[in-house]
């Protein structure tokens, strides 16, 4: 039922940046661990960031650039990216685990896409 809503993606030049968004359409959910992944033209789909109670981790090609985070009610993912390079071009999906109640349990859900491109 609940559904994960992504923003935030587009046109960008190379050294520019984006701040990509993913709300909970359930207002009731909460999120409890998520992460951002991407699929670039002709690859394979790839960890970018995630995030838990404990720790947030990234991949090499993007740690230092890229800032994974949530709000403060528990109900968005955000990514922000820093330095972007043509690299980064590819379709980003949001991916989270969210906690109804303690009798529901979680939910996982994912974002259905968006596309940043980084080009001149």
């Known amino acids: 039922q609940v559904q994960l809503m992504e923003s935030g993606g587009g046109l960008v030049q190379p050294g520019g940046s984006l701040r990509l968004s993913c709300v909970a359409s359930?207002?009731?959910?909460?999120?409890?661990?998520g992460g951002w992944y991407r699929q670039a033209p002709g690859k394979e789909r790839e960890m970018v960031a995630t995030i838990s109670s404990s720790s947030t981790n990234y991949a090499d090609s993007v740690k230092g650039r890229f800032t994974i985070s949530r709000n403060n009610t528990n109900n968005a993912l955000y990514l922000q990216m820093n330095s972007l390079i043509p690299d980064d071009t590819a379709v980003y999906y949001c991916n989270a685990k969210l906690l109804r109640d303690l009798v529901r349990g979680l939910v996982e859900a994912w974002g259905q896409g968006t596309l940043v491109t980084v080009s001149s």
């Open positions: 359930e207002r009731n959910f909460s999120i409890r661990s």
